[in-house]
């Protein structure tokens, strides 16, 4: 007598996770996958920096070690291990400047209006008003603000990933270029990810490279250079 062996089971339906617990990891890996994508571009921007731009790199360096802000991102960088999720596995695909920049536009507006000199009489911070008039607590507005970033991010994304003909907006390959915020070099000429001391201060000369014109877009306007 002969039996048939019955079908593999679902894995989702086996062991004592349920089929939610799998989509929450499935969401929260799409969450690190996202964070790792980005880290990386972003290293890969400030080593380019380096090593094109010695001078300038170490002028940046200088300029934001001592700030409160760049060592708090360091510590966080040691203490949640961000290296290790870096440089394991293959190298991540590039995510394009311009998804860091409109995820990164809305926060930097926040804080823009929230610091600046007059920003308790003639700029609030965007959703104040709305939030007063509704009676609504403004961490609410924020959380509806964040996820609708979330979503035309997404929608932008997936515009930014439609073949492009090429020509103008396509280097030949079926790769994107897009130059840095000097106009100079390309998303896939970057150099490979370097692993070591300078990783964390490498993000920090990408993030530099990729969000300054949005920095400064965003900057005082009696701010001027140094003579």
């Known amino acids: 007598m002969t039996t048939t062996a019955p079908p593999p089971a679902d894995p989702t339906a086996t062991g004592p996770l349920t089929p ?5 990891f499935g969401f929260l890996g799409q969450v690190n996958s996202c964070l790792r994508q980005c880290l990386c571009t972003l290293a890969r921007h400030g080593l380019s920096l380096r090593q094109r731009e010695p001078a300038r790199a170490r002028v940046l360096l200088d300029t934001v070690r001592p700030w409160p802000l760049y ?3 360091q510590f966080l960088f040691d203490l949640m291990e961000w290296e290790d999720l870096m440089v394991h596995g293959d190298p991540p695909p590039l995510m394009s400047a311009e998804r860091i920049i409109s995820a990164c536009t ?6 823009a209006a929230a610091t600046a000199e007059d920003s308790a009489a003639a700029k609030p911070i965007p959703g104040q008003r709305t939030a007063v008039a509704f009676d609504l607590p403004l961490r609410l507005l924020a959380t509806t603000a964040r996820a609708a ?13 439609t073949p492009a003909p090429q020509g103008e907006t396509g280097n030949g390959t079926g790769h994107d270029t897009a130059p840095d915020a000097d106009g100079e070099g390309a998303d896939d000429e970057l150099p490979p990810l370097e692993a ?3 990783l964390y201060e490498d993000i920090a000369l990408g993030a530099l490279v990729v969000l300054g014109p949005l920095l400064a877009d965003n900057a005082p306007t009696a701010t001027t250079p140094p003579t």
């Open 196 to 198: 070591g001391f300078y």
């Open 71 to 73: 060592k708090g991102g």
């Open 149 to 161: 970033l979330q979503g035309a991010t997404q929608d932008f994304t997936d515009l930014l990933g």
């Open 106 to 111: 809305l926060p930097v507006q926040w804080v």
């Open 20 to 24: 939610t617990d799998h989509r929450a």
